[in-house]
Structures are given as structure tokens and as C-alpha cells.
């Protein structure tokens, strides 16, 4: 017989994990970068309706079908069908997801593996190793492939030890130490010089800027920060016992993943106007702020080489932070098809966790060795089409296909007199019309 499901063991370890998947690269480096380059302050804002009017709805929809079922997202699809059409699109659904959590980390990996070898780099420099941290920074196709293997093994072994001696335990102890490093790197870093005109640029609030494409890009963004559509909340709500409140949970979740998306604003722009004023170029050849890869891989690297010895610890705590932030994203995603082995193969974790887990690694070994071709590929394919799809079909198995009824009483488990409120008395029609209508809002636009 199959072991016992695994659950989590408290509201604290469920929320440091759901958070821990939220809170990611696009947190850390997408939203601040995306914020400066659209109007500052007014991109904040828009950002913050957005979190709470739609991905909050539609974060609640994949926890609640979750805690439900408390199966894998193939099984919990086909459990709230009404028939054999319907339990063909709910399986046709849960292996998108599935699908596309795993495509979701093949790059994952290998952006997170650039983050290992750049928080290897001064400690080969602090040894004395030269050659190494040379290496180490080089971009060759033998340093990509070892530093994805590095975190995806750290990845596998999280997941491997289960829900809550891997899931729950590492984010518990990972996600204060995140907290705890982006606090210490802003205030470094506020008191450079030029970091008070970084302030400026995220802070002031640019209104001129707003418009439709801003909102739908806001909204995207805050999709994808939340860890929406693939199966990766739902699978954590399968594992919250029916006693805790899920409305609550999710609001905290939300919430952090807007804060810490926030905070880290507050230390990227300074950083890369300190940077400017330490005489490295921020700006690109058409003017615009550097934001993609040459962000972290060139700017930021050039500001901690102009601050000495400190410089060392500085890029330390900071790729110490990048590591951490994606292997908290990293093992649900990695969940997702794990979880879909073990109850629908039949197999062991410690057996289904190797074999997803290298399967999803040469997916990243054939993109780092046609990277040019597949890379960008590989990103859009999942996140701009497989996400918002998927979104938009989770949000019609809870809004059209379960009973509203069951899909209420699953919500008031652990959280009283949840149908007196006019909030969740709407959010049913809201999950079925208004959340669908705005990814696919956002979906046409990223289209154009
Ligand atoms: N939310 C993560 C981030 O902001 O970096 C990315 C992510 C994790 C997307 C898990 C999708 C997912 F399933």
C-alpha cells in the first residue's frame, strides 16, 4: 500500500511554504525592474489592485479545489466533473498543469543555477581560487549545465523528504532567512551614494504612465508572482488541514508576496543608481533602464566589485537571497508532477522524485544547449500562454462546473459564517466571470 498523504503540520509551515512559492525571481527582480521602467509608485499601485481584485480571487478558487479533493490536480479535476466531458477537460486541465509547472522549472533551474554560480563566485575569490570564480562567471555551456544540476539536486532533495520534512521544514527556516537578508542589503545599501535617486525613481509615482497595457502587464505579473494556474496552490491546499481558515491564509499569502515584492524595490533601484554613481552604465543603448539579464548579471556583480572586501559579503547575502527566493518556488513547482507520480503511478516519493526530477533536468540540459533557440521559447510558451490558460480554465471548474454549494462549504471549513459575508457571496460569479474575462484580457494584449 501507498504511504499516508502528507500534511502540514501547522497554519505557519502552510503559509512559509504557499508564500515561499509566490515569493520568487519575480518578486525580486522582475517586479522591481518592471515598477521603475512604468511609472514608479503608480505601477505599485495598480499592482496592489490587481494582487487583490484578481489574483487573490483566483488564488482561493485553486487552494479551496485543493484542501477539497486533497488529491493531485489531474484527480481533483476529474473529482468535481458532472459528467464524462467534463471529467475529460478536468484531466485534460490537471495534465496542463502538470505540464507546464515542469516547463515552468526547466528554466527556472537554470536562471536559479545562474544565481548559485554568482553566490559561489566570492567564496572561490575569498580562497583565492581565481581560475574558478572565473569559470564560475564565464556563461559556457559546462558551467550552465552544473549549476543547474546543483539546484535542481537541492530542489529533489527537498521534495524527496516530503511535505513536511522537506516542503514545510526548509520554508520555515528559508523564508525568515530571505526576510532577514533583504532587510540587512537595503539598509547597505541606503546608505551609499546615488541610492536616494533610486528611491526617487521607484517612489515618485508617474501617473502620466498609467494605461490599459500597464494594467493588464500589472496583472500578468501578479499572476505569475502568486504561482497561479498550474497546480502549485492547489497542491499545497491539499495539504491544509479543514481546520485552518483558507480566506485568511490566502490573504496573508497574498499579502506577503505584494510586501516582499515591494521591499525589494527598495533595494534594486538604489542599487543601480549607486551602481551608476560608482561609473557603471544602467541604461541601455535606447535609454532604457537595464533590466533583463545584464541586471543582475553585470550591474549589480560591478557595484559589489567596487566595494572592496565588503563587496564580497554584499554579493554573498545577495545571491545568498536570489537562491533562496527560487528554491522556495522551485520545490512547488517540482510538487506538482511528484505528487501526480505518487497517487496516480503508484510509486514511492523517494522513487518519483529522481524520476521527475531528471526528466525535468534534460528538459533544462537541451534548452542550456540550444539556448538561443529554446530559452525564450520555453518562457513564453509557459507563462504567457500555459498559465493564463490554465488560469482561466481552473477558474470555470470552480466557478461553472463545481456546485457553488460544495465549493461555500469547502471555504467555511475553518472560517465561520463565510456566506454571510458580501465578499464571498460575490466571489462565486466573480470566479466565474469577472476572473476569466481579465486574464483573457491579459492574454490577448501579451498576444499583440
Ligand atoms: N511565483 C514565482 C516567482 O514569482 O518567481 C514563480 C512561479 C513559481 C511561477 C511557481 C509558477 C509556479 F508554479
Known amino acids: 500500500m501507498s504511504a499516508p498523504r502528507g500534511q502540514f503540520s501547522s497554519n505557519v509551515g502552510f503559509l512559509m511554504a504557499a508564500a515561499g512559492s509566490a515569493v520568487g525571481l519575480g518578486n525580486i527582480w522582475g517586479f522591481p525592474t518592471k ?34 479533493a486533497r488529491r493531485n490536480m489531474v484527480q481533483a479535476l476529474r473529482g468535481i466533473a458532472r459528467g464524462p466531458v467534463t471529467r475529460f477537460l478536468g484531466g485534460l486541465t490537471g495534465f496542463g498543469g502538470i505540464l507546464v509547472a515542469s516547463l515552468i522549472l526547466s528554466f527556472y533551474a537554470i536562471v536559479a543555477g545562474w544565481m548559485v554560480a554568482h553566490l559561489a563566485e566570492p567564496f572561490a575569490t575569498l580562497i583565492g581560487a581565481g581560475g574558478i570564480a572565473d569559470w564560475l562567471t564565464g556563461d559556457s555551456t559546462p558551467r550552465n549545465l552544473t549549476v543547474t544540476a546543483i539546484f535542481s539536486g537541492l530542489t529533489m532533495l527537498i521534495i524527496a523528504s516530503g511535505v513536511e520534512k522537506g516542503i514545510e521544514r526548509w520554508s520555515t527556516l528559508l523564508m525568515p532567512s530571505l526576510i532577514l537578508l533583504l532587510l540587512l542589503l537595503i539598509i547597505y545599501v541606503l546608505a551609499q551614494d546615488g541610492a536616494m535617486k533610486g528611491l526617487e525613481v521607484y517612489l515618485m509615482p508617474d501617473f502620466s504612465q498609467l494605461s490599459p497595457e500597464l494594467m493588464l502587464s500589472a496583472m500578468g505579473q501578479a499572476f505569475f508572482s502568486l504561482s497561479l494556474g498550474v497546480g502549485t496552490m492547489l497542491i499545497y491546499g491539499s495539504y491544509l488541514s479543514r481546520q485552518e481558515s483558507l480566506p485568511r491564509l490566502g490573504a496573508l499569502v497574498t499579502l506577503i508576496d505584494v510586501g516582499i515584492a515591494f521591499t525589494a524595490g527598495l533595494l534594486i533601484l538604489p542599487a543601480m543608481y549607486v551602481a551608476q554613481e560608482a561609473g557603471t552604465q544602467i541604461f541601455s543603448d535606447t535609454g532604457e533602464l537595464i533590466a533583463g539579464p545584464g541586471l543582475i548579471m553585470q550591474v549589480l ?98 466557478g461553472w462546473i463545481w456546485r457553488r454549494d460544495q465549493l461555500l462549504a469547502e471555504l467555511e471549513k475553518g472560517h465561520e459564517n463565510v456566506e454571510q459575508t458580501l465578499f464571498w457571496k460575490v466571489w462565486p460569479w466573480y470566479v466565474r466571470i469577472v476572473c476569466p474575462l481579465l486574464i483573457l484580457a491579459a492574454f490577448l494584449q501579451s498576444l499583440l
Do not use: K, W
Request: net charge negative; with cysteine; charged share 5%.
Open 35 to 68: 515598477a521603475a521602467s512604468n511609472g514608479g509608485a503608480a505601477f505599485v499601485v495598480v499592482y496592489l489592485f490587481m494582487a487583490f481584485l484578481l489574483a487573490y480571487p483566483a488564488l482561493m478558487a485553486e487552494l479551496t479545489i485543493g484542501r477539497h
Open 301 to 398: 556583480p560591478a557595484l559589489f566589485d567596487t566595494m572592496g572586501t565588503a563587496g564580497l559579503f554584499v554579493a554573498i547575502a545577495f545571491f545568498a537571497l536570489m537562491v533562496i527566493a527560487s528554491l522556495t518556488s522551485s520545490i512547488s513547482m517540482l510538487e506538482v508532477p511528484v505528487a501526480f507520480a505518487i497517487e496516480n503511478l503508484g510509486i514511492g516519493r523517494r522513487l518519483a522524485t529522481p524520476l521527475v526530477g531528471l526528466a525535468i533536468f534534460a528538459i533544462s540540459s537541451l534548452i542550456i544547449f540550444n539556448f538561443d533557440a529554446l530559452f525564450g521559447l520555453v518562457v513564453s510558451i509557459s507563462t504567457e500562454f500555459g498559465q493564463p490558460i490554465l488560469g482561466v480554465a481552473l477558474c470555470i471548474f470552480a
